[in-house]
């Protein structure tokens, strides 16, 4: 059964970080390339980040210079550095394959980003 967890959201103030975290299980977690998304209210979930094993990476746009993802391998987990957060960064965040897999979703973890 396969699982993904996401934690690290909160409420946090323009300008401010956070660091998301998601934990895999039940998966060969290592032969992934593993994609942060997130879905802000009455919009479709976007990718915003993704990481192959190797370590190359993928940003969209809007967040290149502020976020950084990165993976553990051993741990199976992958990790997002969100700093210089904007009111545009609300949303709900989830992790997922880069081609991602419907069952796979998980509960998600929310940001707020408000003064």
């Known amino acids: 059964q396969v699982q993904l967890v996401e934690s690290g959201g909160g409420l946090v103030q323009p300008g401010g970080s956070l660091r998301l975290s998601c934990v895999a299980s039940?998966?060969?977690?290592?032969?992934?390339?593993m994609g942060w998304y997130r879905q802000a209210p009455g919009k479709q979930r976007d990718l915003v980040a993704h990481?192959?094993?190797?370590?190359?990476?993928y940003y969209t746009d809007s967040v290149k210079g502020r976020f950084t993802i990165s993976r553990d391998n051993d741990r199976n987990m992958v990790y997002l550095q969100m700093n210089n957060l904007k009111a545009g960064d609300t949303a709900v965040y989830y992790c997922?394959?880069?081609?991602?897999?419907?069952?796979?979703w998980g509960q998600g973890t929310q940001v707020t980003v408000s003064s």
């Open positions: 997922n394959t880069d081609s991602p897999m419907e069952a796979w």
């Open positions: 039940g998966i060969m977690f290592r032969i992934y390339r």
């Open positions: 990481i192959a094993s190797s370590g190359s990476t």
